[in-house]
């Protein structure tokens, strides 16, 4: 009898093990993902794709194009209402408020007027949540109350011309933001708990890109886009490990997020094609190697996804483009113009994509052609912000609104 409870409390232990994997499995706690990679988990496509979603929920949140953040029950949302930035955290389940946060907050001017709400996504980790206003003020609230922790302003006024985009990563309990403007910028790495300013490199200012983590040569880095160059810089100290030039031309901006596989970067950006290079050991630093440059595909505002060895994104032409990851050789070019604003998704057998027309596509992942497997309307509203993709559901944020579908099809 011990040994049949015994049995039937371990089977019990990891079914709830199990649960509770695959409910975090699921999570989207800041840009791009877990990993800032949009490689979505806990999705099966269905064999079958329907010609539309279901509907569950639509709320209004404010206007914005930040990606929301899930994390277990809970979306996390950065807006703007009238003349206040809101942070706000809603039941996943239902839409229905739980806490909400707001301050005063200018809108943007000139050229950026066109999108008022926050671009940079709300990042969640150790019980905080971090959120980056368009004029650049960063808040710090707990999670579960919504409570204001901190608040930093640390280049008033000053942000880029079309004000700010990056979305702040959270490691190792420092959290680090690329601030500032043009020619007047720095990468500031402040304690999660405190705000207290741990760290700054000040080398150059941002572009629309956000970081990514990364080890090379023994060493946690965190590798991004400035206005100027692609950097790797010490988690630890924020010490320069190795810069590569990355110089825009005319209107182009480096928007894209860097995409790491391994030790590789594979980077790109308007007018510049798409580049490779390797972080290895030279001597007692660190150097970034060339590994493949692809001068026919680079992307405007979109940042490819990485998938079995092949690279797959939105040019800045507007067709969707395969390149093989490896070798830098262009596998596929569509000719169907698309939408420049894209998200990109790697969701298992399928890649989802949505331009900022809000067709929700899903394609095949493969080296051969493209071939589409669904195009479905999923807003009225323009979309710039990425969905969210979770078991069947789908959170989709427009110009204005958060709507939770869900995939019925076989």
Partial sequence: MKKERSSIAACVGVLLLLSV???????SPQWRGANRDGKVTGFTAPQT??????????????????????VGKKLYVFARKEGDEVALCLSAADGKELWSDKYAAAAPTGGASRHPGPRSSPTVASGKVVTLGVTGILSCFNAATGKLVWRKDEFPGVVPQFATSMSPIIVDRKCIAHLGGKDNGAVIAYDLATGKPLWKWAGEGPSYSSPVLMTAGGVKQIVLHTEKSLVGLAVTDGKLLWQVPTPTQGRYYN?????????????TGQGQGTKAVRVEKQGDGLTAKELWSNAELGTGYNTPVLKDGLLFGLSDKGNF??????????AWTDTAKRPNFCSLLNAGSALLALPNDSVLIAFKPSDKEYTELAHIKVSDKSTYAHP???????????????????????
Wanted: hydrophobic share 40%; net charge negative.
């Fill in 255 to 267: 928007s894209a997020t860097p995409i790491l596989d391994g030790q590789t970067v594979i980077y």
């Fill in 21 to 27: 994997t695959c409910a975090f499995a699921q999570d």
């Fill in 49 to 70: 794709w329907p010609t539309e979603l279901t509907q569950k929920w639509k709320v209004t949140v404010g206007l914005g194009d930040a990606t929301p953040a899930l």
């Fill in 321 to 330: 483009f395969c390149i093989n990851s490896q070798t830098g050789q262009t």
């Fill in 388 to 410: 969210v993709v979770a078991g069947k559901r789908i959170f989709v944020k427009d110009q204005e609104t958060l709507t939770m579908w869900t995939i019925e099809g076989g």
